[in-house]
């Protein structure tokens, strides 16, 4: 299949996407306005509402995740009403952009990249001015720091107005995630990091709140409407073209996940979490983000021991890896290792071992 001189992916997304995958997308093309359309939609929207652990629904559009972000932001954003972004990285800034660049106003509580965000903050925040949302980062790619989404959604919860808009882009199905009991009116995820599919569809699960708040936001484009996408959904279809093969992959994706249940994936990158930072802190690297916060995903490594990251990757690379160097101003500072998706601890080792012999350790 494919070329011969394929490097298994271990940057945070695209991910490595098991062949078994690959070959779902091989199926043979159907419209999408056929019952054999509408009965793959109808097979997602179940097996997705129990990955997302909701009750209520889940969009699938063919973008990838800064779709989604886009989407968010225009259809829970009221003119004249603010939004409250929590930033602390790469794509949590980026988000915060998205959302000024579609004409919303933002507030935003900013922290030091590899510090997560404290319920206490945004409790301040929320007594001072109201706000139509709060956006957050679950799992903060760029610095390897989870948020304790549940305990700041149990602070923002009882605001009614306002509502809790999760990106969990690289958290989803490797970090646990649960949208009815903690209460999050929107997380949102793209194919390629945990869900460990091939880039060009996102996802999101939404609250009935969400398309409450949707219906009085004016200008709220087409492609992104809330409104429009969920009188599609039930009627299992989409408004526009979508992605149909990448479909058939997250079809196949998510019954091996419910095969191997959510639970145990997420245990199984909890344990990949302490493999990975147990080896940073042995080697004297040490771990970016602040402890209490490691994500179970992806591992931001400090580089303690200053290694040349170029170098590194070069050397991987003959191994058969496809490494990171780092993102955004911490780029070289750190590299990150991921250890998402349908990576096996068993693989991870492997990763260990030639990084190992690449220190000389
Ligand atoms: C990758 C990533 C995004 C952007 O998603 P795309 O699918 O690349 O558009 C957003 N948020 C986080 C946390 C990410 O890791």
């Not at 935003?108 to 590899?114: A, D, P, R, S, T």
């Not at 995630?177 to 939404?206: C, H, N, Y």
């Not at 080896?279 to 402890?291: I, N, Q, S």
Request: with cysteine; glycine share 8%; net charge neutral.
């Amino acid at each position: 299949m494919a070329s011969a001189n394929h490097k298994r992916l271990v940057i945070p997304g695209p991910v490595e996407v098991r062949p078994e995958i690959l070959q779902a997308q091989t199926e043979w093309m159907i419209g999408h306005r056929t019952k054999a359309f509408e009965e793959l939609f109808a097979r997602l929207q179940d097996k997705l509402r129990r990955a997302f652990f909701t009750q209520s629904r889940v969009f699938v559009h063919g973008s990838s995740g800064t779709g989604m972000w886009e989407g968010a932001s225009r259809n829970c954003i009221r003119d004249g009403k603010k939004a409250l972004h929590l930033v602390g990285g790469s794509f949590s800034e980026r988000w915060a952009e998205i959302s000024q660049l579609n004409g919303k106003q933002i507030d935003v509580i900013n922290v030091e990249w590899g510090q997560p965000h404290r319920p206490e903050m945004v409790a301040e925040a929320l007594k001072k001015e109201t706000y139509d949302a709060v956006c957050v980062v679950h799992n903060e790619t760029s610095t390897g720091v989870t948020n304790p989404i549940k305990d700041i959604a149990a602070v923002v919860r009882p605001y009614e107005d306002t509502l809790l808009l999760v990106d969990s882009v690289s958290g989803f199905l490797g970090a646990e995630l649960r949208v009815d009991e903690w209460g999050l009116d929107m997380a949102l995820t793209s194919s390629q990091k945990a869900f460990a599919l091939p880039p060009g569809l996102a996802f999101a699960a939404i609250s009935d709140r969400v398309l409450e708040r949707a219906k009085q936001v004016s200008n709220r484009g087409y492609y992104f409407d809330f409104v429009e996408i969920e009188a599609s959904l039930k009627k299992n279809n989409t408004p526009a073209t979508p992605p149909v093969s990448l479909m058939f992959a997250a079809d196949k994706q998510l019954d091996d996940v419910m095969a191997e249940t959510v639970e145990k994936r997420w245990a199984r990158h909890l344990q990949m979490r302490e493999m990975t930072t147990t080896w940073a802190e042995a080697r004297e690297f040490g771990v970016f983000a602040a402890k209490g916060y490691w994500s179970p995903t992806i591992t931001c490594v400090a580089n303690g021991r200053n290694i040349n990251v170029d170098d590194m990757a070069k050397f991987m690379g003959g191994k058969g890896f496809s490494m990171d160097k780092g993102y955004g101003k911490i780029k070289g500072k750190t590299f990150r290792i991921a250890h998402m998706g349908d990576m096996q601890p068993t693989e991870l080792e492997t990763i260990l071992a030639g990084l190992d012999e690449f220190i000389g350790q």
